[in-house]
């Protein structure tokens, strides 16, 4: 999938014959070190397909160095990157091919409908979630994340608004959130037997962010409401999966919503994360990040900026 995209956009890259060259690694030129490099330090797993890893700067999401490559913005290397995903997927199917016996190949998704602008319940439920956004930016907002909802027929989540996980341009997991608050479980995760990889197993929102700082949130609304450079890691508790995934960023803020068990986790996390990245815990005025005013969201974006 990655040989394919660079061949395509003419990305030199070796897997041999260089130093830096390891079995199963493809290496090229890194474009987010500051002075340049010419001596491929960077590379990319071919079996892991956890983003890049450069010798001299540490890791990045593979969202934040194709931008770099290929001069788009985020969220266009994004939807690249997921394009060549799906392509590799394809093919593979077509050729009969397995990488691992057994392995689920695709998530067992809901029968997904599109949100868009009018009188309906999901979108009013995120009009009224997201209300410090004007309605051009809320629609943004749901095509960037490829928001969907599902109606009451529907046999894995009824009438939930569907939040997808992406790993390398892949969606493997989701979550549903109830819009029609007539349900005690406000959130439900996909079953393990229809994902490819658990939420916390991952950190959602990594293939989209942009610099060398991240904002680790509690939920997915929360980082939606900051956008790319802000993930979450499915609630208060976090993996040792989760910790090494964040440890590879410069920078770190932590903002978890204001009870005190929120806030002690946060003190475990950082403490985790802090040997290896410069960690910040921040406290917020309201709730959590969703209810806080316009004032302290952009004073929040503006850290990982």
């Keep these: 999938m990655i040989r394919k995209l660079f061949d395509d956009y003419g990305i030199r890259h070796i897997e041999t014959g260089n130093h830096h060259c390891r079995p199963g690694w493809v290496q090229i030129c890194c474009p ?36 770099r490559l290929l001069s788009v913005s985020i969220r266009e290397a994004s939807t690249i990157l997921r394009r060549y995903v799906k392509q590799s ?59 969907s909802f599902t109606d009451w ?40 037997e229809n994902e490819i990889c658990n939420l916390k197993e991952m ?16 939920g997915p609304f929360d980082a939606m409401t900051i956008g790319p450079g802000a993930v979450h890691l499915g609630g208060i508790s976090f993996t040792d999966t989760q910790v090494k995934l964040l440890q590879r960023f410069k920078k770190a803020y932590i903002v978890f919503d204001s009870e ?9 996390l950082a403490n985790r994360i802090g ?9 917020i005025e309201g ?4 209810s806080a005013s316009v004032k302290e969201i952009e004073q929040l974006k503006g850290l990982i900026q």
């Excluded at 602008?117 to 997201?130: E, I, T, V």
Aim: hydrophobic share 35%; proline share 4%; charged share 25%.
């Design 32 to 67: 987010m070190c500051i002075d340049g490099d010419s001596s491929y330090h960077m590379g990319y797993n071919l079996k892991q397909n956890t983003g890049f890893t450069c010798y001299r700067c540490g890791g990045h999401s593979s969202g934040a160095v194709l931008s």
């Design 89 to 147: 997927k394809e093919a593979k199917q077509d050729s009969g091919t397995e990488e691992n016996s057994g392995a689920i190949k695709r998530c067992k998704l809901p029968v997904m409908r599109e949100i868009v602008k009018g009188d309906n319940l999901p979108y009013n439920y995120l009009k009224a979630r997201f209300c410090h956004l004007p309605e051009a930016a809320l629609i943004d907002l749901i095509r960037f994340y490829r928001l």
């Design 153 to 192: 027929k529907d046999s894995l989540m009824p009438c939930r608004i569907i939040i997808p996980a992406f790993k390398n341009g892949e969606i493997v997991s989701y979550q549903g959130r109830d819009y029609t608050g007539l349900s005690r479980a406000r959130y439900l995760d996909s079953k393990p």
């Design 203 to 218: 950190v959602w929102g990594l293939d989209d962010v942009p610099l060398d700082s991240v904002m680790i949130c509690e």
């Design 260 to 268: 005190v068990q929120a806030h002690r986790q946060a003190r475990k």
């Design 275 to 283: 040997l290896h990245t410069q960690v910040r815990i921040v406290k």
């Design 287 to 290: 709730h959590d990040i969703n």
